[in-house]
């Protein structure tokens, strides 16, 4: 069993609509979790990080975490074919620890 | 202008050589990393070091080689030893108090 694990997708939204992204992790030890975005033949950057449980909200992004399921999701909010890209989900572990991504494609 | 460059962007290198793939960051981060990343994959860890003059394998070591003399460089050797080379290599820095990760543009080397 991976670590960190995320639907590869591709996970398509029409633009304007809500892109649901997911992620389970193992390691009930990780302290916190981060999404970084990545696009194609970029270097990943970050959008949100979160350690707390409940949900934390930083524009059109909001993170969910839930401990107890094991679970941290990334809610974007009026997507826009600019969010296209691909969505890695981190556990921290005292290093980072990646799953392997989910691709967006967001239609016009 | 604070950031992580890593250089070359493209590297190509014949079987049996070893490259080096540069890293430098000026963020004053304590600990840095190599990660490998293929296509349609996450990153993996190949090494991290958390101090000057120290480091520690990753998931996927074997192959490759660093050193941390200065606080600011952690160069990368790929060895001939690493039989399948050819990757995505990004390097990374780390804010002490939480451990988020910023990233350098990355190296792409293609084994010839």
């Known amino acids: 069993q991976k670590e960190v694990e995320q639907n590869s997708g591709p996970l398509s939204v029409p633009e304007g609509a809500i892109a649901s992204l997911n992620c389970t992790y193992s390691d009930r030890g990780s302290q916190s979790f981060f999404w970084y975005r990545q696009y194609s033949g970029k270097s990943p950057e970050l959008i949100m990080f979160?350690?707390?449980?409940g949900d934390k909200e930083d524009g059109r992004f909001t993170a969910q975490l839930n401990k107890a399921s094991q679970y941290v999701s990334l809610l974007i909010r009026d997507s826009q074919p600019s969010d296209s890209a691909t969505y890695l989900c981190?556990?921290?572990?005292?290093?980072?620890?990646f799953g392997q991504g989910t691709t967006l494609q967001v239609k016009p | 202008d604070g950031g992580i460059t890593q250089s070359p962007k493209y590297l190509f290198r014949k079987e049996g050589q070893n490259v080096t793939l540069s890293c430098e960051q000026n963020l004053n981060h304590d600990a840095m990393y190599w990660y490998r990343q293929d296509p349609g994959q996450g990153l993996r860890l190949i090494y991290y070091s958390q101090i000057v003059n120290d480091f520690q394998k990753g998931d996927i070591a074997e192959g490759y080689s660093v050193s941390r003399e200065k606080k600011e460089s952690f160069p990368l050797t790929v060895t001939s030893a690493q039989k399948n080379p050819t990757a995505f290599y990004l390097c990374?820095?780390?804010?002490?108090?939480?451990?988020?990760?910023?990233f350098g543009p990355g190296t792409r080397l293609t084994v010839l």
């Open positions: 979160i350690y707390s449980n």
């Open positions: 981190a556990g921290n572990t005292g290093k980072l620890i």
């Open positions: 990374a820095s780390t804010q002490e108090d939480i451990n988020r990760q910023y």
